[in-house]
């Protein structure tokens, strides 16, 4: 069993099991300064797609991340007077309750749409009648929605920032930055665009980027620090499962990247390993095959770190909940933190929150 000892006390609570990452070792990086300049060109942006984003940007939200993680901003009431919309016509846990939860704590208000069938939808109303009807009732709209094309629809009418929480096999972007987060937490050298080559990494994505909407945002953030990743393998049982969305960036990557379908193969060479079992096609959903599970007797390099946006089935065994090798307890753990950085720059709100220092 390993050890937390250097997990620092924060006012929030953290996972119970695997690595818990200390958000210091971030801040002490930048010498605990925020790039506020990164985040004022957030403000009053719908967050659609993590092609918007810029490396700058990626990491002045991880650093507001980290700010917010190790400090108790309750009081300071940086969401007062907002109210965000959680439109969710697509089953969430994590996505949705972690969004709530960021802005209740940033003393923001909610209105919850839990289930598309209690809305207009279930009479035949359109999204984008929807949307014209949000414009009175909220600051923020977060959207999660099996239609990948929900976002034009609603968008149609829709004036307020929209911030996409999923849309069908689409993209996802706010997982992207939380999976980044963790991250950049647990190796903050990933930051610099001359990372030390000892602390490059081997990124290894068991998937199917061009139907998992997650694991597709998590290559699109990848691809941004060229500096620390050294190489992407994509283990998929399909011959081309990158799709139309990744194509042109990837071949435009300086990152060497193979695709291969035995994960066997590959497992002892990489550093990191992002996992998801869900792959949306159509109207449906797919879950990995069999053959690329992980579990306890997997030959995991020792110091290698598992990434997953959960919900989880059978590809990852809670055998390897009690190992380091389990970061993704941690990657979920960092989520409202993150979700609190982004509304706050989105809303504009970053003056409502005292002592930060820009860089």
């Known amino acids: 069993m390993f050890n937390h000892a250097s997990s620092p006390l924060t006012n929030a609570a953290s996972n119970s099991k695997g690595q818990r990452l200390s958000p210091l070792r971030l801040l002490d990086r930048y010498d605990h300064r925020i790039d506020c300049e ?41 969401l007062d007077g907002k109210i965000a919309i959680t439109a969710f016509f697509e089953a969430s846990t994590r996505t949705r309750l972690s969004f709530e939860s960021a802005v209740l704590r940033l003393d923001g208000k909610v209105l919850s749409v839990p289930d598309g069938q209690v809305t207009g939808i279930a009479k035949g109303e359109s999204l984008a009648d929807i949307g014209e009807m949000f414009n009175t009732y909220g600051d923020v709209v977060i959207m999660r929605h099996p239609d990948t094309d929900c976002l034009d629809e609603i968008s149609k009418n829709l004036q307020r920032p929209l911030i996409n ?24 050298e990933l930051c610099d665009p001359n990372c030390p080559e000892s602390k490059r990494v081997h990124l ?4 199917t980027p061009g139907s998992m909407r997650a694991v597709k945002s998590f290559v699109r953030l990848a691809l941004m620090f060229a500096g620390g990743v050294k190489k992407i393998t994509l283990i998929s049982e399909l011959a081309d499962p990158v799709g139309l969305d990744l194509t042109e960036p990837i071949e435009e ?9 035995d994960v066997q193969e590959v497992l002892p060479e990489l550093d990191v390993v992002y996992v998801n079992s869900i792959a949306f096609l159509g ?4 879950k990995l095959d069999a053959r690329y599970k992980l579990d306890e007797t997997s030959n995991l390099k020792s110091d290698a770190v598992i990434l997953h946006p959960l919900a989880r089935n059978d590809e990852l065994s809670e055998s390897l909940d009690q190992t380091a090798h389990n970061l993704y ?23 409502r929150i005292s002592g930060i220092n820009d860089v």
């Not at 990557?253 to 379908?261: A, L």
């Open 38 to 78: 990164a985040l004022k060109g957030l403000a009053g942006q719908s967050i659609l797609n993590p092609r918007q984003f810029n490396r700058r940007q990626v990491i002045a939200i991880a650093q507001l991340a980290a700010l917010l993680e190790t400090r108790n901003v309750e009081m300071e009431k940086p």
């Open 165 to 188: 929480a999923g849309n069908g096999s689409g993209h996802h972007p706010t997982q992207a930055l939380i999976d980044w987060y963790a991250l950049l937490k647990w190796r903050p």
């Open 204 to 207: 290894g994505i068991i998937g």
């Open 253 to 261: 990557s300086p990152i060497e990247i193979e695709i291969i379908n």
């Open 283 to 286: 109207d449906s959903y797919r």
């Open 329 to 351: 307890f941690a990657q979920a753990a960092g989520a409202v933190f993150v979700r609190q950085a982004l509304l706050t720059a989105v809303l504009d709100r970053l003056d």
